[in-house]
């Protein structure tokens, strides 16, 4: 019942490119677009909490129609993208209704950051603060959780961009070159611990089209020193107060929708998945939960097909 939490800068776009982290390069620009991310565990590891996420949209693109973050994270936003007291507060109103309806105290070890300071007591979770200036050394969070943390995000983010280009068929680019005219033969279409991830992280870099990539340990830890909370100014106050956060409630641009996936084409997919999962024995267990996931759908499947319309009760 001993929980700590920090939060720490992500810049969730941003490539391995030492190049672009130093210098302005002409027609490419370094993403820089950042989330601040807070985590929180217990001491014994066994409770992870939800990932608190703070963006700068109120809804971004990404999100798309039907699309629910707070299944996967807690979604908050403000212009910079910080960690505020007024977040913070709402974080720690929902971690002590958690705890009451659980009738569980805890105690929460925290940084001294100006963000984290409620302004109330609660009721099943006491706050303890850490010593200023020692956070580094004492935190666990800072001990390197936080960069356990990055190091499989980094880990899964080159793996995307490698698996992404290595997805396209060889067929697909094929038909695309015809398309353009500019050839007239079709291709031949017969062809058918911590030190361990950062020799994967590296391996895969190699793989991207940089010029001068960076090394692993440099990718990881390259958003650790980013602000991620500031104490606002009471000018700054009034005026979040006057206009809210109205101009970044939804990102330039909009996605074109997605039509939602229908009972029967997820059957399908489903489907497709228990094939292989019974083909491929490193996946063997996945099997049990995807046959509960099927009997669900056909379950699903089946109650439509008997639903009646009203045409029905006129019919012989």
Same mark, same amino acid.
């Given at each position: 019942d001993v929980f700590n939490m920090d939060e720490t800068a992500l810049f969730f776009k941003l490539e391995p490119d030492s190049t672009?982290?130093?210098?302005?390069?002409?027609?490419?620009?370094?993403?820089?677009? @950042?989330?601040? !991310?807070?985590?929180?565990?217990?001491?014994?590891?066994?409770?992870?909490?939800?990932?608190?996420?703070?963006?700068?949209?109120?809804?971004?693109?990404?999100?798309?129609?039907?699309?629910?973050p707070s299944s996967y994270v807690d979604y908050k936003f403000n212009k910079k993208a910080w960690m505020t007291g007024i977040v913070f507060a709402d974080w720690m109103t929902d971690l002590n209704t958690r705890m009451m309806m659980a009738n569980r105290r805890v105690l929460l070890l925290l940084d001294n950051a100006s963000s984290h300071t409620p302004?109330?007591?609660?009721?099943?979770?006491?706050?303890?603060?850490?010593?200023?200036?020692?956070?580094?050394?004492?935190?666990?969070?800072?001990?390197?959780?936080? @960069?356990?943390?990055?190091?499989?995000?980094?880990?899964q983010h080159v793996r995307h961009l490698v698996r992404s280009w290595g997805s396209v068929k060889r067929e697909t680019i094929s038909n695309c070159w015809r398309h353009t005219g500019l050839t007239s033969q079709p291709l031949n279409d017969t062809l058918d611990s911590e030190s361990s991830v950062r020799e994967d992280i590296a391996e895969l870099t190699s793989q991207l089209p940089i010029?001068?990539?960076?090394?692993?340990?440099?990718?990881?830890?390259?958003?650790?020193?980013?602000?991620?909370?500031?104490?606002?100014?009471?000018?700054?106050?009034?005026?979040?107060?006057?206009?809210?956060?109205?101009?970044?409630?939804?990102?330039d641009g909009e996605d074109p929708p997605r039509p939602p996936v229908t009972t029967k084409e997820c059957h399908i997919c489903?489907?497709?998945?228990?094939?292989?999962?019974?083909?491929? @024995?490193?996946?063997?267990?996945?099997?049990?939960?995807?046959?509960?996931?099927?009997?669900?759908?056909?379950?699903? @499947?089946?109650? !439509?097909?008997?639903q009646k319309t009203m045409f029905d009760f006129f019919k012989k």
């Open positions: 672009l982290a130093t210098a302005p390069v002409k027609g490419k620009k370094k993403s820089k677009e @950042r989330i601040t !991310v807070a985590l929180c565990a217990n001491a014994t590891g066994s409770e992870k909490l939800k990932p608190l996420v703070i963006g700068r949209a109120k809804r971004p693109r990404c999100f798309t129609k039907g699309y629910c302004g109330v007591t609660f009721s099943h979770v006491t706050l303890r603060f850490l010593p200023p200036n020692t956070t580094s050394h004492i935190q666990p969070m800072d001990a390197g959780i936080i @960069r356990n943390f990055k190091l499989f995000y980094r880990q010029k001068n990539p960076m090394n692993a340990a440099d990718f990881i830890a390259v958003d650790d020193t980013e602000q991620t909370s500031d104490e606002l100014t009471d000018g700054e106050i009034v005026l979040i107060a006057m206009n809210g956060n109205d101009e970044d409630e939804e990102e489903v489907d497709n998945i228990i094939r292989y999962c019974e083909e491929n @024995r490193d996946f063997e267990k996945h099997l049990t939960p995807m046959l509960s996931l099927l009997k669900d759908i056909e379950c699903k @499947r089946t109650n !439509v097909k008997k």
